[in-house]
């Protein structure tokens, strides 16, 4: 049964804050915070659903590039990844108001970025450097290694998984995967900790870092867990990313609860 734990008041906003104490924590602790997030999806489905349904129109977006320019399938998809946050930062409140005893509506949940803006705003755009640089990145990896004539659709997912094109799959996972692991580690607790404590993004991110350089293994299965669920979601239609998405921001906010040492 995880702690809960009192969110930091609004006195603590206002000064500069010390940087966070990060726990270690066990490899089972990412299905505690999903069990969790599940919970907190229950007790405040309407505005949980709203957001799913957000989430569920980024993945139809993400499926239309698919079928009309493959091509840069994989930079949307790594979009996906990076705006998903800030979809969630609705998420988070309506958990931290849950634990609050507050009700969980929607409404106070949409200008909650307005709690912190400019550090949240610096945090978006190093998250959108990181998003353009793949799209480009994204692009080199094709015209380097992609040496046939572009394909039609049909054809595409056949000449790419074939071995004449093995070394084309390998550098656009190889490099996609290590752009998606740079905006893991940096962004594992920083929103929670502006939206919580007002904290600044550098320190968030670095906070981040900590979290993951202390606690590589129970991460490594949080993320697992995270692209195996929202995988599931998009082979479902993208009907499951409705729920899944709205459990993985809910379980996003106990990780941070778990990871992150609450002030005295």
Same mark, same amino acid.
């Given at each position: 049964?995880?702690?809960?734990?009192?969110?930091?008041?609004?006195? +603590?906003?206002?000064?500069?804050?010390?940087?966070?104490? /990060?726990?270690? /924590?066990? *490899? =089972?602790?990412?299905?505690?915070? /999903?069990? !969790? &997030?599940?919970?907190?999806? %229950?007790?405040?489905?309407?505005?949980?659903?709203?957001?799913?349904?957000?989430?569920?129109?980024?993945?139809?977006?993400?499926?239309?590039?698919?079928?009309?320019?493959?091509?840069?399938?994989?930079?949307?998809?790594?979009?996906?990844?990076?705006?998903?946050?800030?979809?969630?930062?609705?998420?988070?409140? !309506?958990?931290?108001?849950?634990?609050? &005893?507050?009700? =969980?509506?929607?409404?106070?949940?949409?200008?909650?970025?307005?709690?912190?803006?400019?550090?949240?705003?610096?945090?978006? &755009?190093?998250?959108? *450097?990181?998003?353009?640089?793949?799209?480009?990145?994204?692009?080199?990896?094709?015209?380097?290694?992609?040496?046939?004539?572009?394909?039609?659709?049909? #054809?595409?997912? +056949?000449?790419?998984?074939?071995?004449?094109?093995?070394?084309?799959?390998?550098?656009?996972?190889?490099? &996609?995967? =290590?752009?998606?692991?740079?905006?893991?580690?940096?962004?594992?607790?920083?929103?929670?900790?502006?939206?919580?404590?007002?904290?600044?993004?550098?320190?968030?991110?670095?906070?981040?870092?900590?979290?993951?350089? !202390?606690?590589?293994?129970?991460?490594?299965?949080?993320?697992?867990?995270?692209?195996?669920?929202?995988?599931? #979601?998009?082979?479902?239609?993208?009907?499951? !990313?409705?729920?899944?998405?709205?459990?993985? =921001?809910?379980?996003?906010?106990?990780?941070? %609860?778990?990871?992150?040492?609450?002030?005295?």
């Amino acid at each position: 049964m995880a702690q809960q734990y009192t969110p930091s008041d609004d006195r +603590s906003t206002e000064a500069a804050q010390p940087f966070p104490d /990060i726990r270690s /924590i066990g *490899v =089972g602790a990412p299905f505690r915070w /999903i069990r !969790l &997030g599940l919970a907190d999806f %229950r007790a405040c489905a309407r505005a949980s659903l709203f957001y799913g349904f957000c989430f569920t129109a980024m993945g139809l977006l993400t499926t239309f590039v698919f079928a009309h320019a493959y091509e840069y399938t994989a930079a949307v998809t790594t979009g996906f990844f990076l705006v998903a946050p800030f979809f969630a930062m609705g998420l988070y409140e !309506l958990s931290r108001r849950r634990e609050r &005893g507050l009700p =969980g509506v929607l409404v106070p949940t949409l200008t909650v970025w307005r709690r912190n803006l400019g550090n949240i705003a610096l945090f978006a &755009g190093v998250l959108t *450097v990181v998003f353009l640089i793949w799209a480009r990145a994204s692009m080199v990896v094709f015209a380097m290694f992609y040496t046939q004539e572009m394909p039609s659709l049909d #054809g595409f997912l +056949s000449q790419v998984m074939s071995l004449e094109n093995l070394d084309f799959v390998l550098a656009y996972l190889l490099v &996609g995967a =290590g752009f998606a692991m740079f905006v893991f580690a940096v962004s594992v607790v920083s929103i929670p900790l502006m939206l919580d404590r007002n904290q600044d993004a550098v320190t968030s991110m670095l906070a981040s870092l900590k979290a993951l350089m !202390l606690n590589p293994l129970p991460l490594l299965v949080w993320a697992a867990l995270i692209v195996t669920l929202t995988v599931i #979601g998009f082979l479902s239609f993208h009907i499951g !990313l409705v729920v899944v998405m709205p459990v993985l =921001g809910h379980a996003t906010w106990h990780a941070y %609860r778990e990871l992150v040492e609450p002030l005295a």
